[in-house]
């Protein structure tokens, strides 16, 4: 009867064993396969976080006309941050980030932008060059404000110069008449002449005017 229970023990402490080895092989199976390189992934950064194409460092902001218009110029260092070179001149179809303000807060319209590059910028370099804001609605001898980010510049706006008057020219004395009373212009050349004469330079020729 003893005997039948010590064999009954030991079986059912094999089992036990055995079932406890079996657990422990599958979690060890678990965790190396959880471990392997295939499961670590890197994360990508979002598109949010990339840096804008071009970067734009201001210099100096100064109004101007150009060909008649009224205009704001700004002299910038340029970052290129594309995959493609920025080319030398002017470019009309750019990324911005500037706005235009005038005195009375309200945005300035219809604003005709060119950014002209002093050189080819390769990807990853940077270079100088000047945008140009130039609008109709921008009066001569007002005030603008350029914004670029938290960054703001005020900006006057010349006038244009009035054009000179004409002069008038300036007519030449009345010939001197002879001591003699006889009228004729001295100088010679022109004997009897009185009506107005035009020197050359120097006043030592004259002809009539």
Known sequence: ?????????????????FVLLASCVASMGDGSSGDGVSAVTTPTASPSSWPEPLVYAVTSVKGKRVDG?????????????????LGFG???????????????????????????????????????????????GIASGS???LHHGKKKWKVGIPKPKPKPKPKRPVKAPNPPSRSDGS???????????????????????????
């Open 183 to 209: 009228g004729n212009g001295g100088g010679g050349g022109y004997p009897g002449y009185t009506g107005p004469r035009c020197y050359a330079p120097g006043g030592k020729t004259w002809r009539p005017c």
């Open 90 to 136: 002017p470019h009309h179809s750019f990324p911005t980030p500037f706005s235009l303000v005038n005195a009375k807060g309200k945005k300035v319209r219809s604003v005709v932008k060119s950014l002209t590059v002093d050189g080819r910028i390769l990807p990853g370099d940077e270079g100088t060059g000047s945008i140009s804001f130039c609008a109709a």
């Open 69 to 85: 218009d009224n205009c704001v110029i700004a002299q910038v260092v340029v970052t290129n941050n594309r995959v493609t070179t």
């Open 1 to 17: 009867m003893n005997s039948k229970k010590e064999r009954f023990a030991l079986i059912a402490s094999l089992i036990g064993v």
């Open 143 to 145: 005030r603008v404000v």
